[in-house]
């Protein structure tokens, strides 16, 4: 029985081992080589504290607020404080987040790699290999951030939500195994009135599954929500002559979404008053993109900008007290915060619209390196910000920190180098996609949409390499997908005149 395994799930099982292993190898090194870096590992920064407090707050006092401070939050998600303690609960302590994460990562590059066998077993293996050996996945994987939870759940919804499409093309010399197509008929065993909803051809089943995984991860980091739209496109796509087929599976998609993210919403609309996930997005206009417009426009530093906003903030928050103290990351001062920050955008909009474009630059192309180098203490002195100095066309500047930090240009060119190949493939594969059949456009659409979403809304001011850590294995596989496309396509071309 084990033999049959192995020998049915080998790739899989190769593909989990490398990415837990070089995860583990590095966790080796933080327990016992970089302990006196990082001292509060596997905690790392600000956003670490706060979940650690949160799950502290909800297993001593039972509410969702910092153990410090105890009035409610609506700025972060419950999802992955609950995580925290399940893993305190079980495992005896937090030194135990690391491993969980590092197999949810081999479980993570599983997934990619089935969703690649979709489209060719060459997509599915280059998928997984980048994801295997991606810096910031090997790094944040061992540190206690949301983005390896974020990233399975994401990913086994997808899954589940691509697995209708069974591949015709796996590479296996007999060619005989097919892609595992998740509770089919005869797999496992379920009771009789569920054979035909889980059967693989039942596409309200596969509204149904994706939705609710899709709405576990908005628990964890709410920047999922942008990717509903693409999901429910899916359904269009793959039905696209039969709308009301496909109509009845988005409605079934969103209406099972909204039923897992509901409760939270409404715990906000007793609590705060806005029947909404968390006040994220305002905070982040009022506090980063517009602040920072107004910033590039006076050329004034961003805390003296930001400065103004809270002025301008407290001039029309009834909730004086707390925006006097800056306490304002809370629904109950988003509609405040909106209005600060967008009736400042709203007198140049096209001009805020080109500065989010160019801010959102390092989403795409960002190496990351320097990040993570500067934080393991391999690179002195602080990160500098590219995008920055190209919109001011502070070249001069740039030359100079460049000139007197050799290891930060090295790291930005060979990280900047890789992303640019990378972001060139996925936008090449998404381009060419609408040449090929039906279920193909369906997968490379809704992935580059998943991506582009996520930097539209994650991008800008706030925009950030390891933003696009929690959606760089959907990059990874339209960029897999495009370069095999435009390399066969070449050597049919040079086939062609060959002949």
């Known amino acids: 029985m084990i033999q049959a395994f192995l020998k049915k799930y080998h790739q899989e099982l190769i593909i989990f081992s490398v990415v837990f292993l070089l995860r583990m190898i590095f966790f080796g090194l933080m327990m016992f080589g970089l302990s006196a870096v990082f001292h509060e590992y596997p905690g790392i920064g600000g956003d670490s504290r706060n979940f650690i407090s949160l799950a502290d707050g909800i297993r001593e006092t039972g509410r969702f607020a910092y153990i410090e401070d105890s009035r409610p939050n609506s700025y972060e998600m419950p999802g992955y404080p609950v995580f925290l303690i399940m893993v305190e609960t079980f495992a005896g302590g937090l030194a135990a987040v690391p491993v969980l994460q590092n197999i949810l990562a081999g479980l993570s590059a599983v997934l990619l790699f089935r969703i690649g066998l979709l489209i ?3 997509v599915g293996w280059s998928a997984a290999a980048l994801f295997a050996v991606d810096p910031a996945g090997i790094f944040y994987s061992n540190f206690i951030v949301t983005e390896p939870l974020f990233i399975f759940l994401t990913l086994l919804a997808a899954y589940y939500l691509f697995a ?5 093309v796996i590479d296996n010399k007999d060619d005989t195994n097919k892609v595992l197509m998740p509770f089919r008929k005869g797999r496992i065993t379920v009771p009789p009135f569920l054979t035909e909803f889980i059967h693989k051809d039942n596409m309200i089943f596969h509204a149904v599954l994706p939705a609710l995984l899709l709405g576990i ?16 496109l899916f359904f269009l796509l793959v039905n696209i002559r039969s709308l009301k087929r496909s109509a009845i599976a988005v409605l079934v998609f969103a209406v ?10 409404a715990r906000n609309k007793m609590l705060f008053g806005r029947f909404e996930l968390t006040s994220v997005a305002s905070f982040q206009f009022y506090h980063a993109h517009a602040p920072h417009f107004y910033a590039y426009k006076n050329q004034i530093s961003k805390r003296e900008a930001e400065r103004v906003f809270q002025e301008r903030l407290i001039a029309i928050d009834p909730h004086t007290e707390e925006a006097l103290q800056g306490y304002v990351g809370s629904l109950r001062h988003t509609p405040y915060m909106w209005k600060v920050a ?14 989010h474009v160019v801010k959102t630059g390092p989403f795409f192309l960002s190496d990351g390196l320097r990040e993570i ?3 393991m203490k391999l690179i002195q002195g602080s990160v500098p910000g590219v995008g920055d100095l190209i919109l001011n066309k502070d070249f001069k500047t740039m030359k100079q ?9 090295i790291l930005f060119a060979l990280g900047f180098t890789i992303w640019f190949f990378i972001n060139t493939f996925m936008f090449l594969g998404f381009i060419l996609c609408f040449k090929q059949e039906k279920r193909i456009r369906a997968l490379i659409i809704v992935s580059f949409l998943v991506v582009c979403m996520t930097a539209l809304i994650a991008g800008g001011s706030v925009s950030h390499p390891r933003y696009r850590f929690s959606v760089s294995p959907f990059m990874f596989f339209v960029a897999s997908y495009g370069f095999w496309i435009l390399k066969d396509a070449l050597m049919t071309k040079r086939q062609a005149i060959d002949v």
């Open 256 to 265: 099972s979404f909204f039923i897992v993210v509901a409760p939270w919403m």
């Open 373 to 375: 180098s500067s934080r």
């Open 401 to 409: 920190v460049f000139a007197g930090n050799q290891k930060a240009l």
């Open 217 to 232: 991860a908005t628990y964890v980091r709410p920047v999922s929500i942008v990717f509903v739209p693409a999901f429910a």
């Open 342 to 355: 967008l009736d400042y955008i709203k007198e140049d909009p096209l001009g805020y619209a080109w500065f």
């Open 164 to 168: 209708p499409l069974e591949s015709p």
């Open 120 to 122: 060719s077993g060459k």
